[in-house]
């Protein structure tokens, strides 16, 4: 079974500050990787896909990366705002069909 | 376009009721899923459907059950509830992996 990690469990920045998140998976045969935003009491809100032969995908201040190989993906934030406070989740399929999610890193931007 | 959609918002009922959940995606995906979400535990997949008239079981399928009739409704059942069913539920449905969410369920059984 797919196991996903992100660590820190939570993160707090000063506004301004560029800052990664990370998410690690044990089995390297992935089918893509999507981060998620989490606001309090909300739904996930998509970030960001990247398919098994990507490397990276940008969207606006935020970049994801993709090592296969090393298990490992991370998510950049560039200069961070207090709007983005929310909880980050990656999640990793391994089919298509199965995702296996991580417990997230509640981020907190600093005014 | 709505979206994911889910009804209802809020429920609390008690241990041996039963209730359904509703999903309803107005996107045209092919694949739904039901998600549950607990305190340090993540999401985790209950039952998707890759089509209409097809379920399959996810990772923690036990007091669960759905339905697909409809290519554009997830149905999540709850036959008999526990306390252990005491979670927000998500449902999910994609299109070429990328999954979109729905606003959640907060279940509580007493």
């Known amino acids: 079974k797919q196991e996903v990690t992100q660590i820190p469990a939570a993160l707090s920045v000063p506004e301004g500050e560029n800052l990664v998140l990370n998410c690690s998976f044990t089995?390297?045969?992935?089918?893509?990787l999507q981060w998620f935003r989490q606001d309090p009491g909300k739904g996930l809100t998509s970030l960001l896909l990247i398919q098994s032969s990507q490397r990276e995908q940008t969207s606006g201040r935020l970049n994801a990366s993709l090592d296969k190989s090393s298990g490992r993906s991370t998510l950049y934030i560039a200069a961070s705002q207090p709007g983005d406070s929310a909880t980050y989740l990656c999640?990793?399929?391994?089919?298509?069909?199965?995702?296996?999610f991580g417990t997230g890193t509640s981020l907190t931007v600093i005014p | 376009n709505a979206g994911v959609t889910q009804t209802p918002k809020f429920r609390v009922l008690k241990t041996g009721q039963s209730m359904t959940l509703l999903c309803a995606q107005d996107m045209n995906h092919e694949y739904m899923y039901w998600y549950r979400q607990d305190p340090g535990m993540g999401l985790r997949l209950i039952h998707y459907s890759v089509g209409e008239g097809t379920t399959a079981k996810g990772e923690v399928p036990d007091g669960y059950n759905v339905s697909r009739l409809k290519k554009q409704n997830f149905l999540l059942g709850l036959e008999s509830a526990a306390p252990s069913q005491t979670s927000v539920y998500f449902c999910a449905s994609s299109y070429w992996d990328e999954q979109f969410f729905g606003p959640g369920t907060r279940l509580t059984v007493l």
């Open positions: 999640a990793v399929s391994s089919t298509g069909n199965q995702f296996y």
């Open positions: 089995d390297s045969a992935i089918y893509n």
